[in-house]
């Protein structure tokens, strides 16, 4: 039998060859970047909480109780990561053509307004068209809310990383008026900032004992028509 050297090295080996092709590569020195991100950014954590005062491992320990302590928190979580995914698809995007978009989260949340706008006041026309049209408004409002840092690139060489950055005050200001006092979507008499309930033909059905609607096919939908988009169409080719 080998000894413990002998063994350390039967082991290591493959790992040394493989860590050796992927840096020889583009590709390669990317995904050991990626994959260096989550230790890294767990030990920064780490030590925050310890300077805070806190135990890291507890810390840690109660994250992942409340993340994926049972089936419940664990489909909530995942929907929590949806707008997420959409904002780094959004990224992603502008990344291949050479700009930067940090004003995802006002864009998700101008979306959600004309989603929620649509639902409440919009047209009915039933079945799963009211789904699709606040799918597509909402995107669309998204889009034009984005159009506002993208004309100023455009025309006055505004910093997309300032601009993008700042229209997310913009859209949280509006998410916080919104819905409070005498905002065009608060309800009257409410003692917190709310709207009234979207009816259910303008939402996702929710599966039975979970926090997860049918939306989460949104994310393997839209990563599709992302990597068509950048991978496979001639304008991403060409960005």
Same mark, same amino acid.
């Given at each position: 039998?080998?000894?413990?050297?002998?063994?350390?090295? +039967?082991?290591?080996?493959?790992?040394?060859? #493989? *860590?050796?092709?992927?840096?020889?590569?583009?590709?390669?020195?990317?995904?050991?970047?990626?994959?260096?991100?989550?230790?890294?950014?767990?030990?920064?954590?780490?030590?925050?909480?310890?300077?805070?005062?806190?135990?890291?491992?507890?810390? @840690?320990?109660?994250?992942?109780?409340?993340?994926?302590?049972?089936?419940?928190?664990?489909?909530?979580?995942?929907?929590?990561?949806?707008?997420?995914?959409?904002?780094?698809?959004?990224?992603?995007? *502008? #990344?291949?053509?050479?700009?930067?978009?940090?004003?995802?989260?006002?864009?998700? @949340?101008?979306?959600?307004?004309?989603?929620?706008?649509?639902?409440?006041?919009?047209?009915?026309?039933?079945?799963?068209?009211?789904?699709?049209?606040?799918?597509?408004?909402?995107?669309?409002?998204?889009?034009?809310?984005?159009?506002?840092?993208?004309?100023?690139?455009?025309?006055?060489?505004?910093?997309?990383?300032?601009?993008?950055?700042?229209?997310?005050?913009?859209?949280? @200001?509006? +998410?916080?008026?919104?819905?409070?006092?005498?905002?065009?979507?608060?309800?009257?008499?409410?003692?917190?900032?709310?709207?009234?309930?979207?009816?259910?033909?303008?939402?996702?059905?929710?599966?039975?004992?979970?926090?997860?609607?049918?939306?989460?096919?949104?994310?393997?939908?839209?990563?599709?028509?992302?990597?068509?988009?950048?991978?496979?169409?001639?304008?991403? #080719?060409?960005?």
């Amino acid at each position: 039998m080998p000894g413990a050297r002998g063994l350390g090295t +039967v082991v290591t080996a493959p790992l040394k060859r #493989l *860590a050796a092709r992927l840096v020889a590569t583009p590709r390669g020195t990317r995904v050991i970047a990626i994959a260096a991100c989550i230790p890294l950014t767990v030990l920064t954590a780490g030590v925050m909480f310890q300077i805070a005062g806190i135990s890291p491992t507890a810390a @840690y320990a109660q994250i992942v109780r409340s993340s994926f302590g049972n089936w419940y928190a664990t489909t909530n979580s995942l929907m929590d990561a949806v707008p997420m995914f959409l904002v780094a698809v959004g990224v992603a995007v *502008a #990344l291949r053509a050479g700009l930067w978009n940090i004003g995802g989260d006002g864009q998700i @949340y101008v979306g959600a307004i004309a989603g929620t706008f649509l639902g409440l006041d919009g047209p009915h026309v039933g079945l799963a068209w009211d789904l699709v049209i606040g799918i597509f408004g909402s995107a669309a409002a998204g889009a034009l809310f984005a159009l506002i840092p993208a004309v100023l690139k455009a025309w006055a060489n505004a910093s997309e990383v300032v601009t993008t950055l700042m229209m997310v005050y913009v859209g949280s @200001y509006l +998410v916080s008026y919104l819905p409070t006092g005498t905002g065009p979507l608060a309800v009257r008499g409410s003692t917190f900032p709310a709207s009234n309930v979207v009816p259910s033909d303008w939402r996702f059905p929710v599966w039975g004992g979970s926090a997860l609607d049918a939306g989460i096919v949104v994310v393997p939908v839209v990563a599709f028509l992302a990597y068509v988009l950048m991978r496979r169409s001639t304008f991403g #080719l060409q960005s």
